[in-house]
Each structure stands twice: as C-alpha cells, then as structure tokens.
C-alpha cells in the first residue's frame, strides 16, 4: 500500500473536524478564531482534546457531550468518515499533485454541500477553494488560456440562464460553475454540467411526481454541481481518452 494513502486518510479525517466547524460557524456569522476552542452547542462547555479526536471520540462518548449528555448530530461523524475515505481515495488512484487538487475540491464540495442543503447558501470558502485549485490545476497542465476562457464562457452562459429563468438558479450557483470551469477545462465542463443536470433531475423529479416539492420551491442545487465536478475531475483523464 503506498504510504501516502493513510497519511491522506488522517489528513481528511482532520480537516474533517474543522470543516464541521465552520458548517456550524460559518452560516451562523461566528469567528472561527473565536472561541479558540470547540464548545458544545447545548450546554457551551468547553470541549477537551481527547474528546475532539476525529471520528474515534465519536464513537468513544458515543456520540453524546460528555458534559451533559446532549446528542451530537451524526453530521459530525458522516463529514469526518466521508472526507478521510475520500482523501484516501484520491491518493490511491491520482498522482500526488492531482491529489491535493482532488481534496482540495473534496473539503469545498463537503462544506458547501451541508451549508446549501440547510440555509441555501454556498460560503465564500468553498469558492476561493476550488478557485485556488483551479489556478494550480491551470499552471501546472498549463493549459492556460482553454481553462481561464472555460471559466468566463461558463460565467455568461449561466448568467444567461439566471436572467432568462428570472433568478431560478442562484448566483452563488453561477460562481461554482464558473470557478469550476476553471479547473476542469472546456471539455470535462461540458460533462460535468450534464452530470449534475441529469443527477438533480433524478433526485428532485421523484420528490415533484410525490408532491414534496412545487415548481417554485427553492432547491439547493450546489450540491449537485459540487459533486459533478469531483467526480470529473477524478475521472478525468478515462473521459478524455474516450472522446480524445
């Protein structure tokens, strides 16, 4: 096993404790400097080091405050396992570069993905994340000028697509398909729009056919956009070899 692979797995299962930090903080308008230190949500008590280990304190208290017995939301357990596997993953089928770039993405896609579908709103963090790895994505493959111009033909499309649909997609939705265009190039932008049209229709249809949603509801489709391009951007190269 390359000795990469589990270093990758704890640096996920790390950042994954912090990015349930700023899921909490960051919606909520609070410092992520201050407090310094995590406090529970019930009781605001100060939680210790050995209980703020990633994913083994979880299970330890079982997911209860060890002060007052509140229960922890499995969130913090789920954004803990889903970005250290996922950070394990990158490693093991992508190079070293492409996989810091691929966890970059996973740690924006997992916080936009739990703030969006709670307040509908994408935070700046995620945009400036996956507009950082598209910049080291663009100079290292250096294809400048395909990826930068991707990057503003996908900022006026969907800016199109917002005025004509009268404000039915977001703006912060039109900034995520515009960083990511950057990252992905012309051709992989291409499928990762369809990928997160075709996985938002699945998902969202069902829920209209029963009832749960109308056609003026508001849905978070960041989500789908978000995943849409790790999924690309790791498969990448096998959908270029099918096309190229």
């Given at each position: 096993m390359r000795v990469e692979i589990p270093l990758f797995f704890v640096l996920g299962a790390v950042l994954g404790s912090f990015t349930n930090l700023l899921i909490y903080r960051l919606p909520r308008k609070i410092s992520i400097l201050n407090p310094r230190r995590s406090v529970c949500p019930n009781c605001g008590k100060v939680i210790p080091w050995y209980d703020n280990i990633p994913i083994l304190s979880y299970i330890i208290l079982r997911g209860r405050c060890r002060h007052c017995g509140w229960k922890i939301p499995?969130?913090?357990?789920?954004?803990?396992l889903l970005m250290s596997s996922l950070f394990a993953l990158n490693s093991a089928v992508l190079d070293l570069r492409e996989s810091i770039i691929a966890s970059m993405l996973v740690f924006?896609?997992?916080?936009?993905t739990f703030v969006d579908l709670e307040y509908m709103i994408i935070p700046d963090t995620s945009f400036f994340t996956i507009l950082i790895a598209g910049?080291?994505?663009?100079?290292?493959?250096g294809k400048i000028i395909a990826n930068v111009l991707t990057a503003a033909f996908t900022f006026l499309i969907f800016i199109g697509v917002r005025y004509i649909s009268k404000k039915g997609l977001g703006m912060g939705d039109v900034k995520l398909f515009a960083v990511s265009g950057l990252l992905l190039g012309p051709l992989n932008m291409i499928f990762s729009v369809f990928l997160a049209s075709i996985s938002g229709i699945l998902v969202?249809?069902?829920a209209m056919l029963k009832g749960n949603l109308g056609m003026r509801s508001r849905i978070p489709f960041g989500p789908f956009i978000g995943w849409s391009v790790y999924c690309v951007f790791i498969l990448k190269d096998w959908i270029e070899s099918l096309i190229i």
């Open positions: 499995w969130r913090y357990l789920i954004v803990e924006a896609v997992v916080l936009l910049v080291l994505e663009t100079i290292f493959s969202i249809l069902p």
